[in-house]
């Protein structure tokens, strides 16, 4: 099994809708989330970290379920400019630090 | 404030030949790493330095993969010999301490003819 797995899409939304991805974690000894957008032929950008109560920034909303293992990321209000991968990213650090990213979701909102 | 900055952007080599990829992180930035992004296999970690020292090397491909980290403000992946299925896009990335999100260069993307 993967250690982070994601639906990678594509997710072909039309703008104004509201979508959401999931990710799964395999490792329960996770300490820290995040979501990270990228656009084509440009490097990953941190959009949000992930927090244990759930965290809002705008039209976007991340949450994390330790029990189950996965975070989820939800966008309203859909923009064309939303249009791109994300990838989460699950950070266990320990004896050393493993930060691990998923294949990422490709989003592609159409007008 | 200057982000993580990775020379060249670009570097297009023959099989065979020394190819030498360079970073700087941010400033106080105690990780650096540097990660390997294919089509087929998304973003790879080859290896991750704390304090200018490697952690974690388990995922440089093989011993034509070295990676340096001389002091806190400069690093380098070195590929001798290049082959063409390193051709990728090479990413550095910097994080102020564990558990601190990455702050990733534009890369290098990397052609080996």
């Known amino acids: 099994r993967k250690e982070v797995e994601q639906d990678p899409g594509p997710f072909n939304v039309p703008e104004g809708a509201t979508v959401a991805f999931n990710c799964t974690y395999s490792?329960?000894?996770?300490?820290?989330f995040f979501w990270y957008r990228q656009d084509c032929r440009k490097e990953p950008k941190l959009l949000m970290s992930?927090?244990?109560s759930g965290n809002e920034d705008g039209r976007f909303t991340a949450q994390l379920n330790r029990a189950s293992q996965y975070i989820s990321l939800l966008i309203r209000d859909s923009k064309l400019s939303d249009s791109a991968t994300y990838l989460c990213v699950v950070n266990r650090a320990g004896g050393y630090q493993k930060v691990t990213f998923g294949t990422g979701t490709k989003l592609q909102v159409i007008p | 404030d200057a982000g993580v900055i990775q020379s060249p952007r670009h570097e297009v080599t023959e099989m065979g030949q020394e190819v030498t990829l360079r970073c700087k992180p941010i400033s106080g930035h105690d990780y650096l790493f540097w990660y390997r992004q294919t089509m087929m296999r998304g973003l790879e970690l080859l290896i991750y330095?704390?304090?200018?020292?490697?952690?974690?090397d388990s995922g440089m491909p093989e011993d034509r993969f070295s990676a340096k980290m001389p002091n806190a403000s400069f690093s380098t992946l070195k590929i001798q010999p290049s082959e063409p299925r390193d051709s990728a896009v090479y990413f550095c990335a910097s994080s102020l301490q564990v558990n601190s999100p990455l702050h990733f260069g534009n890369g290098t993307r990397l052609t080996v003819t």
């Open positions: 330095f704390n304090n200018n020292v490697p952690i974690d």
């Open positions: 490792n329960s000894a996770s300490q820290s």
């Open positions: 992930v927090y244990s």
